[in-house]
């Protein structure tokens, strides 16, 4: 097989189906373990991190993100947070639908990752951010997501799609950019359209 064509298959996109509704209401087993033995989880993930990208990696990644997907649609953060770094760096480039002029584009850690949700929610409390795909890029991971919701004065519905750019290290989601620009987020991701 050429070079080439294992660059091609290594950048494949990672079709994310969506949760069942009653699977996406709920903690798992091994997610009540993640959250009352963080170190535990950040060991698997760590391990996960060293995987060869295989069909393997892929399944486990996938099912780690749309189950972290499903975490923050319900508002489980105390299970978000155990897959952020404390130290984390949160960046939203989003379009003007989606933010408030007065809103601060970068938050940071822990609490600015929640108040950032509360900003979302006190916009559209029922936000919804639903995975389509994800490029496993070792160290990086490329989501596209589409974003779902409703004003919370006006009702109006808003829905857009997002490319989620997440950085790891040791496990940890350590920076997450968002951005609305398909190409500016490969850009951010190293690849080029």
């Known amino acids: 097989m050429s070079r080439e064509h294992v660059e091609i298959l290594r950048w494949t996109p990672i079709v994310l189906p969506p949760l069942s509704e009653r699977a996406g209401q709920r903690r798992t087993l091994d997610e009540h373990l993640y959250v009352r033995s963080p170190a535990f989880y950040r060991r ?15 399944w486990i990644v996938a099912r780690f993100l749309r189950r972290a ?3 923050a649609n319900r508002r489980d953060f105390d299970l978000v947070l155990v897959g952020l770094g404390a130290e984390a760096e ?3 480039r989003p379009s003007p ?11 940071h850690g822990h609490d600015g ?8 929610l006190d916009a559209f409390e029922d ?3 639903e995975p389509e795909e994800l490029l ?3 160290d990086r991971l ?6 779902h919701g409703h004003g919370s004065g006006s009702g109006v519905a808003v829905s857009e799609r997002v490319f989620q750019l997440f950085e790891l290290r040791g496990g940890l989601v350590m920076k997450q950019e968002d951005f609305v620009d398909h190409s500016k987020a490969l850009e951010a991701a190293g690849l080029k359209e």
């Open 44 to 58: 698997l993930a760590v391990a996960l991190m060293w995987l060869p990208r295989s069909r393997l990696r892929r």
């Open 142 to 147: 490329l989501v596209t997501a589409e974003v």
């Open 69 to 71: 997907y499903a975490a």
């Open 97 to 107: 639908d989606l933010i408030a002029p007065d809103q601060d584009p970068v938050f």
């Open 90 to 92: 949160y960046e939203y």
């Open 113 to 120: 990752y929640l108040r950032m949700w509360g900003t979302w």
């Open 127 to 129: 936000l919804r951010f």
């Open 136 to 138: 496993d890029l070792g």
